[in-house]
């Protein structure tokens, strides 16, 4: 912002001295200024347009992840559940999120209700603003899917689709909406000095929270947990889910830096380019520490876990990407990826059947990043840090909680122990993920 | 000797694993089968056109065994691997004449 | 355009005050202007460099979506055709494509013939006009391949790898240039008023028509249709085929929003931002419709018919992603759903084999989105949009025609019964694409 | 450059213009350059954040590639090499790489030791130079780890995991910088008048070096030549293959467009743009040849072949993608398909076991592709080259053979016979990577 | 009764299947082989090296049956799995003296 | 004619397959099979979770040979596919009755 000062200002100097001398300063100082507000309008639209479709490739990412984590016999519902949830996600976000998120909050804890209210600049104009306001719903409705994607994975394996489906409906068309508007829609939070810049807890915390009571209410994974013992459910595609881990990290980098909201000068694209390098040795961050900690803890390394923790690397350094220097980013990075390697088997002691890892990704090292942002940023406080999980963790578990309860008790969440057993693919959608690389196997 | 093949029902194979060990049956080669029968699998639908799905997944176990041991591991497995669902699968027995571990050239009952 | 033309006019303004008080007009309006003609001139050509990498990329969703949706025995010929077919594009394309479809058309039905005859600006000097050639020709490059990858996925399994490497060459050489000449190398469509955009009919349709006359003159799979009965082969991996469609839509913002052609302006780069956002939109609403009315009409749903649902949804939206509203987005989207929902079965019953769906997906609902302009576009006309399809369709399906049946009576196109059974990996390629997997398959 | 040149010039004009009227020449001036100013560094940085996240979606290309192309009982392996490898190269090239390379190297062999020593520039901030340095940061960055993935596909399938992320940690925090140093740091071989643009010999040669020297030390994989017959070892996952070159294609675009450097004139954004013409012409040519010579010298295709020759085609314009005409970037590419498809069996004569190709592809293409500068950039001398190609290659090899020798002697760098037979995934991990597609097999 | 098996060509199995259950053979139980024999694979070409295939894709059928079907299973087996070329597999027959369905107990012939 | 099936550690696929044919035998069938017995799969580590794999990859060989062969084979075998550690697996013989080569209709030795 600094920057646009300057900019401006310098164009008032400019204005004034002319002024002394013509009566042509009006129209110097409009040209001058409109061909720089111009310039800022455009570097700003298309970081949300690049940002975004980066961000809208995360779809392909989660689906892919989850695909690879999942049994065989459960991919196609995975790839199903993914690509249904990131179109739901989209329409819901148009038909009444943005506005819930983003319209009149000021302060309080939800913006306007309104079908369809929100519209976009007239073809061939563009807003008065400093940037496209379709760009910038194109780039809010990304988030809003990701969210959904964290809880797809979580709660793989043995729940309905339809159930799911509408899940999401209530997710990403009001759950995410209405506690997004309380920080990034001006409201309460924001005024209470929390601070989430890209989402570690708005967007990750968020699913994960959805994420781990979809997962309490619909139980574990029949024959997961017997007499005490973890049975592993071995990943089918490794492959794909390393595929999916590096499509993540590529989106993170519109994730995170075109959260930045403007690029139209020398301080904001040098802030958004610390975000890149800062988001990426957070990752890196991530995955040497699962590396070393499982040579240590077990004698062996897992790959399944090294993607985790690059995750949760990302996840960490999500609610402040801007301010760490790079050897602090990495050490935020780390913490993630030593809260994935303990997260992960102590939730299979407390029998918390999550399939692919998203509780340890998303929702913790979503809290521990919005924790670390006191570290870095002078102006985040840990009360106000806190105050802020706390609100968006009680929100997300209640409400979703009402909402899993409402589905078990109407149309039911799981599937029979034989469909389970049959595989999801073969009994909700009828098409076999590999046909024929699992001959004689359900 | 005898020779025993069971088709089964796969997510049956552990408890079938379990009993049979339970008679001290030393070991046990599982081959992955399609099966055709009275279960028919159900007819799917896959872009619009519905067809009917003829093969059905199973376990073959095939177990080399003592004589003696026959009924008890015919009735071993019956146990541990009905359902009383169409489907659950067949025992059959053959005679084996010899058997031999590879490992130490041990033959007959002591092979096994 | 609008912009531009409010910007120069404000430049002349200055120019013009600026000439009462002073001499130095001109070295203030130029410098004035060559700032802005310099910055728009790198958005134009960046948006072509953006949107050219997203469109080349699509040629890996193609691939991997066919890949998918064929059977395991012939994945690597498929994976070997894309490869050499976006190749083949990108030569042929270089070598007489670009001419004849944009140099010297005015009004006609064909561009100038030459070798050879297209070059890229000198280094260092760009060009005299508002982008690079060299950025434009790399993004008018993508959507040749993008014709010739749609014809691929429809005769895959049967047709053998050179008689399609030669229809591919003379398809990215002669048939996708001179007809797009026809419209977009402002040739006598163009005068007619007919509305394309991106190519709903320009490309899609002319890849969908290619692809139908192949498969009518090729014949179906043996097996594929016996006494009546239409036998499913089943998709050999359905992540793969949903990589493929993530990968195509997000190729699609590159499609669809680079088409705008200019990024300079504030008008320019916030509709292409309406273009993203409704592009994203009709995706999302192909895949819903497709839920919905396969769980009604079947009662369970299917992945496939998900994916082909949101590709449609894009070819549908793609004559005109500009002018329609959010909401009309979702509808023709939706619409493009539909028809997938009941044109893949017709196609069976009319024993016309299109291995994955890329009739219904690119051709018809190419047809309907390129009719759909005249909802939202005033300049369109129904009669204009019928002329184009009818033209578009008749040029293609003569002269595919004739190249199919030249190669069929010549070196023949179909691999023989056993070849077919055994699989093209082996028989034409001696590659199996997945060796470990289908141990015991052929 | 010469367009800045103009600018500022142009500036300069409208400077002493005003001069002559009034005393806000100063002001005027500094408003106009400003704008200027502040927009080119926005495009320049913007430049290096495109190019950065293609480049690195790379990593994810290589993972495809060498996941695709091992057999399956080693790609859990390959996953987890290329993720930590990628991890371990952003680290260490942050904690001394990137100084070592580009910082007080001025004409000499280094740059200086520095532990953390490299910086950001301050949030808010940027530069005082034309582009923001944390985007040429990550810009660098993502070139060394293209570095480390070529090495990991030629050991594969026989390479203990550890020792490999050991001599990791040296390629890319020590022999890549220095090396690098020499010519993009401005070392001596910038002097000497050495000539490789985007790295077709300080990324790929060097690679190819180090991995050439990796594979004879370690020696082939048991079974892969036995009295005198090469027995192939298939790829296990083609379309994964087919995929990962795709994504390599792709990031091409930022490997060789952004290395432009700039891209807020009409030269430098003309200039790119060319670049992208050409390294998508040269790949193109690239798998044309493969496919017309393996027809010719086998009279069969081969999918992994055409993969190479793209790949090929792509390292051979590397070193040069700029002045070429797009004839002369189709024939540079195609001589790297010629090169594959004669090279692959070379190594597999001289029992030089390389699993995915890489050494030709990256090697000896690297080297054609270095040499070849000399026939369309007058800048460039064939003694100069050679030079280069010399002092890279001596270097490379002998520091990574000291490497390669102090691990195998210390630590030991394969893994048994058994554990060979086994499978890596099973005997270094315990994860394989599809353990219910491959029923019944190590 | 008889154990009855026969390695075919994959493709050939529908046909197979049809012409026994023709016979009212009940059921079948199904397992993809490789075989090797007189049929030799063709020889490849992998990335410029030549090798020989010498394991070539079958399909193994494994059917119970009661003695007096032996002579009519194993001539349908023959005609429908013919096609006069190399490598059309074999049938093998083998005693078989005890069947049991797993679902009820039965025994004998009833069982198949 | 005798029936013996081999299960056999899989990398030892080629040794066993070229001493076979030195003995004149013409053809075999492959299948891929998981063992359970007294070499137990290492116990392995999957996201933190400890897990004993109880089966094994191994092939099992049929071969269908003359009476005669039946101690050479048997004794071809043990000694290719032996390695003298556990998991080596076994030989199994049993009566053969019938064998008919399908694409000639040959009966008995002819037929193998
Ligand atoms: N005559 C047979 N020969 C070989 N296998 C058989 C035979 N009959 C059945 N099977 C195997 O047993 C399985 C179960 O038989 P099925 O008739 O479906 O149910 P049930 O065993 O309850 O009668 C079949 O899928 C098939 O694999
Ligand atoms: N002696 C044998 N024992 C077991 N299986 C055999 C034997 N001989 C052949 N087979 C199986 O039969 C298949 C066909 O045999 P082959 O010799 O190739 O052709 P044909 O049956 O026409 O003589 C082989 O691939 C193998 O699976
Ligand atoms: N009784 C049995 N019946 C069938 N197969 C058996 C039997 N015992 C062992 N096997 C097979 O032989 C393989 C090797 O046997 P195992 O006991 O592990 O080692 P060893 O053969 O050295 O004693 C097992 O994995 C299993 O496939």
Not at chain 1, 199 to 220: F, K, N, Q, R
């Amino acid at each position: 912002m600094k920057y646009s000062l300057n900019k401006s200002a310098s164009v008032v100097a400019l204005a004034t001295s002319l002024t002394l001398i013509s009566g042509t300063s009006f129209a110097q100082d409009a040209t001058l200024a409109s061909v720089a507000k111009e310039t800022s309008y455009v570097f700003n639209t298309l970081l949300f347009l690049i940002g975004g479709f980066l961000v809208m490739f995360m779809a392909a990412g989660f689906a892919m992840l989850e695909a690879g984590l999942v049994r065989s016999k459960n991919v196609s519902m995975q790839c199903l559940k993914n690509i249904s949830l990131y179109s739901i996600a989209g329409i819901m976000y148009y038909w009444i999120g943005y506005n819930l998120m983003y319209t009149g909050v000021d302060g309080g804890v939800m913006g306007s209700f309104s079908l369809f209210g929100y519209g976009f600049d007239e073809v061939g104009k563009g807003s008065t603003g400093s940037y496209s306001t379709a760009s910038d719903w194109f780039f809010q409705m990304a988030f809003v899917a990701a969210t959904a994607s964290i809880v797809s994975g979580t709660v793989a394996e043995r729940l309905k689709i339809w159930p799911f489906l509408i899940f999401t409906v209530f997710l990403t068309g009001i759950i995410y909406p209405i506690s997004g508007s309380w920080h990034w829609g001006a409201g309460f939070l924001k005024e209470a000095g929390f601070n989430d810049f890209a989402g570690s807890t708005i967007v990750h915390s968020v699913g994960g929270w959805a994420a781990l009571v979809g997962a309490i209410i619909l139980g574990a994974r029949k024959g997961k947990y017997v007499d005490g013992r973890v049975v592993p459910m071995l990943a089918s595609n490794i492959p794909l889910a390393t595929l999916g881990t590096f499509i993540l990290w590529l989106g993170w980098f519109g994730f995170n830096g075109a959260s930045q909201l403007a690029m139209g000068t020398i301080g904001d694209v040098s802030d958004i380019s610390r975000i890149f390098a800062n988001t990426n040795l957070a990752a890196a961050g991530g995955v040497v520490a699962t590396l070393v900690l499982m040579q240590i803890m077990y004698g062996k390394l897992d790959v399944t876990m090294a993607l985790n923790g690059a995750l949760a690397g990302l996840v960490s350094i999500t609610a402040e990407p801007l301010t760490p220097g790079p050897l602090a980013a990495i050490l935020i990075g780390s913490a993630g990826g030593v809260i994935v390697v303990f997260a992960v088997p102590l939730l299979d002691k407390l029998k918390i059947d999550d399939v692919v890892g998203a509780i340890p990704v998303h929702l913790f090292a979503g809290i521990w990043g919005t924790i670390a942002v006191v570290f870095t940023n002078s102006g985040a406080t840990l009360s106000a840090q806190l105050y802020g999980i706390a609100c968006y963790g009680v929100f997300t578990v209640v409400f979703s909680a009402i909402v899993w309860l409402a589905l078990k008790y109407t149309i039911g969440i799981r599937v029979s122990e034989e469909e389970e057993a049959l595989g999801l693919d073969r009994s909700e959608i009828g098409v076999e993920a590999y046909p024929e690389f699992t001959f004689g196997r359900g | 000797m005898k020779f025993v093949m069971a088709i089964i029902k796969p997510f049956k194979l552990d408890e079938v694993r379990n009993s049979l060990s339970a008679l001290g049956v030393q070991g046990l080669t599982v081959t992955e089968v399609k099966g055709y029968g009275r279960q028919k699998g159900q007819s799917e639908i896959y872009r619009g056109a519905e067809y009917a799905v003829h093969f059905v997944p199973k376990l073959k176990l095939e177990i080399a065994i003592d004589s003696a041991q026959e009924t008890q591991v015919v009735e071993a497995i019956r146990e541990a691997a009905g359902t009383g669902q169409i489907g659950d699968g067949k025992v059959f027995v053959m005679d084996l004449q010899q058997a031999m571990r590879i490992r130490t050239g041990e033959t007959g009952a002591e092979a096994l």
